[in-house]
């Protein structure tokens, strides 16, 4: 699932857009800056330090908080794996604060990251119809 690009195709033939993944942010140089070839200790513990992931779940939540203001997203589309146990709590916490206070409608998709034929396509993507008939 978390490589299945054809996920984010489906949003699309839907009619609708996937603007930015969260991990994009902690996983690029959107957080702690790129890294420098001169100081490359200093800038690795720089964006480890930075990273939405190690840190109090208050910063990640109002990371995702941001994002959705600055995009003015209709909806919210969180991804929890199942062997991703440091993820699993703080999507649940996402889930339940920062979607209920947006007001925004949020669609919740669990799955093994790692093993393919752990997750049914099919219903992931009646999943996504459902959450794209939501948002209108």
Same mark, same amino acid.
């Given at each position: 699932?978390?490589?299945?690009?054809? =996920?984010?195709?489906?949003?699309?033939?839907?009619?609708?857009?996937?603007?930015?993944?969260?991990?994009?942010?902690?996983?690029?140089? +959107?957080? %702690? %800056?790129?890294?420098? $070839?001169?100081? $490359?200790?200093?800038?690795?513990?720089?964006?480890?330090?930075?990273?939405? /992931?190690? %840190?109090?779940?208050?910063? &990640?939540?109002? #990371?995702?908080?941001?994002?959705?203001?600055?995009?003015?997203?209709?909806?919210?589309?969180? /991804?929890? +794996?199942? $062997?991703?146990? &440091?993820?699993?709590? +703080?999507? &649940?916490?996402?889930?339940?604060?920062? #979607?209920?206070?947006?007001? =925004? $409608? =949020?669609?919740?998709?669990? #799955?093994?990251?790692?093993?393919?034929? +752990? /997750?049914?396509?099919?219903? @992931?993507?009646?999943?996504?119809?459902?959450?794209?008939?939501? @948002?209108?």
């Amino acid at each position: 699932v978390n490589y299945d690009l054809g =996920l984010f195709r489906r949003f699309e033939e839907l009619g609708a857009v996937v603007l930015h993944w969260e991990r994009d942010c902690s996983y690029t140089g +959107s957080y %702690g %800056g790129l890294l420098d $070839p001169d100081n $490359p200790l200093e800038s690795m513990a720089r964006k480890m330090a930075s990273n939405l /992931y190690n %840190g109090a779940l208050e910063n &990640r939540m109002a #990371a995702v908080k941001r994002l959705a203001g600055r995009l003015k997203v209709d909806g919210l589309v969180l /991804y929890n +794996s199942w $062997p991703c146990k &440091r993820l699993a709590g +703080s999507q &649940r916490a996402i889930k339940e604060g920062v #979607a209920r206070e947006l007001g =925004l $409608p =949020l669609l919740f998709l669990e #799955a093994d990251s790692v093993a393919s034929r +752990s /997750y049914d396509p099919d219903s @992931l993507d009646q999943e996504i119809q459902d959450f794209v008939e939501v @948002l209108g």
